[in-house]
């Protein structure tokens, strides 16, 4: 099992602030976070990789 902080989850997104990511993993319809630590959240990372091939368009198709 993969599991992703809020940090590799930026990195997916491409690089993306830290409080943009936070709005989005706190959307309605994001995988809900397997666990909270004293890091921070966790989450599984198939459901967060799968999430964003459904939601989140490739950089390629924003040019």
């Known amino acids: ?10 990195d997916l ?3 993306i602030s830290k409080q943009r ?3 989005i993993v706190g959307r ?3 995988p809900d976070p ?7 959240r966790v989450w599984d ?3 967060v ?3 964003i091939a459904e939601h989140r368009p490739s950089p390629a198709a924003e040019d």
């Open 21 to 23: 990511a936070t709005i």
């Open 13 to 15: 997104l491409g690089g």
């Open 28 to 30: 309605k319809g994001f």
């Open 1 to 10: 099992m993969e599991l992703l902080g809020l940090d590799e989850i930026r």
């Open 45 to 47: 990372g198939k459901a």
């Open 49 to 51: 990789r799968e999430w």
């Open 34 to 40: 397997l666990a909270t630590l004293k890091m921070g």
